[in-house]
């Protein structure tokens, strides 16, 4: 699949939140979608693999996505000059593709993976470690479930028995831990003897085996350290939430339903047509307000007749205040307490109420990058699968909000064209 073909079917992934099956289906039995991607309509006889459309897709680079999205936005401000004067922005958070990260069911995770790529370095390099791996898969998983039931116990005497089930499964994993690495020390003499193809595939073998036991340790320390010592509080900087999706980040937000979300935080920007101008997935630790001054700057930067950029009360704080003032006098961020916003807004313009008053349409930007473009929850592995995976939905979310914008131009009253939401300006 070419450059173009990839990008129309990473596209229409997200734009339609498709799975990888059902975009399959799409490409093979979708005349219109083939003639866009330049493969004939469905009559010809080209097809199109669901892995061959997975390995094409994560080829692009989320630069290429962000360059071709600055594109489409550029050609919808043609369409609608002034959207980008008025600007709002908030933030939300993208789950990663795990489980709910509890201790044991780490430990089960990173043993199950470090116990099968060492039974496949072994059968490479001939080595007797680890070779009965069927037999320590099946120990493994009556360990996890012991530790399980002892975890979800509710008696008199859980935490004797909680501690006894983890101690037994931090052991099994430090036994196994040592075979690990008494294999790794027998990959490098036996590399001489094996051809290339024997010698990529143990090299490659062998990363995912050193992955896995540092995962496996920290994992099991945390575990020891929670369950074994007495309970002790681990800071979040020692914890690692999946030995898969080894960036993701804890975030305590508070909300109602779901308090403790596990992912990173994005940041969206709309302008009053509806496009998606910036987004980027905000850095480790980082909160709504140590970003203000730096969103403003670039968004000043990339749109200098910008008039209002509005902000909700998550991302106040005193500095942030003057910082806004000194950079754009128009912008709206609302401060927090009952008697400083009041005086604040019997002291505000009219442009910043109107601002204020349209600043939570951008939840309606936010609902459809996640339930309209697969937002809510990424399907991609890695952080790099990550950024491309917001990238290809802000992509998808600009294409339809240009559409609906076309088609205005010459059918306004059409169902395509119509649009409940409410401008930001």
Request: positive net charge; contains cysteine.
């Amino acid at each position: 699949v070419d450059l173009w073909a990839g990008t129309v079917l990473a596209g229409a992934r997200l734009g339609l939140n498709l799975d990888y099956d059902a975009l399959q289906d799409l490409a093979e039995n979708h005349r219109q979608l083939r003639l866009l991607m330049g493969s004939g309509d469905w009559e010809s006889r080209r097809r199109f693999d669901w892995r061959l459309i997975r390995d094409s897709v994560c080829k692009i680079r989320p630069e290429t996505l962000e360059k071709i999205s600055a594109i489409v936005v550029g050609l919808g401000h043609r369409l609608v000059p002034g959207a980008a004067q008025h600007l709002r922005a908030d933030s939300f958070v993208m789950a990663t593709p795990i489980h709910y990260p509890t201790d044991i069911r780490q430990v089960g995770d990173a043993l199950r993976c470090l116990v099968r790529h060492g039974a496949r370095l072994g059968e490479i390099i001939d080595s007797t470690l680890l070779r009965q791996h069927e037999h320590l898969q099946k120990r493994i998983r009556s360990i996890v479930l012991a530790a399980g039931r002892a975890s979800a116990s509710r008696g008199a005497g859980r935490t004797k028995r909680l501690e006894i089930a983890v101690r037994d499964l931090v052991t099994f994993a430090d036994e196994r831990s040592h075979q690990a690495m008494e294999l790794l020390d027998q990959v490098r003499p036996a590399l001489n003897s094996l051809d290339d193809d024997q010698r990529s595939a143990a090299l490659a073998e062998r990363e995912k085996v050193m992955w896995f036991l540092s995962g496996l340790a920290m994992v099991a320390d945390v575990a020891r350290r929670r369950h074994v010592e007495h309970d002790e509080q681990i800071p979040l900087s020692d914890r690692l939430f999946s030995v898969f999706e080894a960036h993701t980040e804890l975030i305590v937000r508070g909300k109602v339903p779901v308090p403790v979300e596990f992912g990173h935080r994005v940041l969206v920007v709309e302008d009053s047509a509806g496009f998606i101008v910036h987004a980027h997935v905000m850095a480790d630790g980082r909160q709504d307000r140590d970003v203000v001054g730096t969103i403003t700057r670039l968004a000043k930067r990339n749109h200098p007749d910008i008039k209002s950029l509005s902000f909700d009360r998550g991302f106040h704080s005193p500095a942030n205040q003057e910082r806004l003032n000194d950079i754009l006098p128009g912008a709206c961020l609302p401060t927090t307490g009952v008697k400083a916003g009041a005086a604040q807004a019997e002291a505000a313009s009219e442009a910043w109420h109107n601002a204020r008053r349209r600043h939570p349409g951008i939840e309606s930007a936010i609902g459809a990058l996640q339930f309209g473009n697969g937002c809510e929850r990424c399907r991609d592995k890695g952080r790099l699968g990550y950024h491309r995976y917001l990238r290809l939905a802000v992509l998808g979310r600009n294409l339809l909000t240009l559409g609906r914008h076309a088609i205005a131009q010459d059918h306004p009253v059409t169902a395509a064209a119509a649009s409940k939401r409410r401008p930001a300006a």
